[in-house]
């Protein structure tokens, strides 16, 4: 079997490349904005943002064809979008599964950019990679990135609880769990595929 790498994927809008040190600079800016890491945690410096890289970077090697993906609009950096394997034990197994994440810089927030990406990626696990579910996580008062889970086809499966040392603000709410399988997208496919339209003979 060949080696499955990260793909090139574009939108109308949007080219999604396999995450690199050329973006760094665009996650120091993402991660250092108080309103970006509002349901994350504290903003960070640039070192810890480096570290981070590296892990985000690492990630494409853990299963063939996920990773992190930059998003770049007419070559700006604009954000990230992820599908990682599980890494918690209730999330279910790795095997066939992704974790869908993204964040995006505040000036992109609400032009469509988040569910413009998000649905790129889902199509390409479902349909390039042959992954049978995809979920998203988020806490249960982020509203903006749940509506984001729900405009992609995500449907809400729990609300969960873990424990922090630092809990943010609103986390006594817990969390919340989006997903979709492939038969899920497969049905919404063909639901919203047009019936061609037909003379007043019926033709």
Known sequence: MPLVTQAT????????????DD???GEVQLDADPEVMRYLGR???RAEVAQVHRQRIAAASKVPGLGFWAGLVAGSFV???VLEPPESADQGPVEGQAELGYRLLRRYWRQGLASEGARELIRHGFADLGLRRIFAETMAVNLP???TMAAVGLDYVRTFHQHFDDPLPGSEHGEVEYAATRQDWLANRRAVVPKPASGKDGT
């Open 9 to 20: 994927l574009w939108t109308a809008r949007i080219q999604l490349v396999p995450l690199s």
């Open 23 to 25: 973006h760094l600079a």
């Open 43 to 45: 903003p960070r410096q």
């Open 79 to 81: 954000g990230w979008w």
């Open 145 to 147: 990135s749940r509506a």
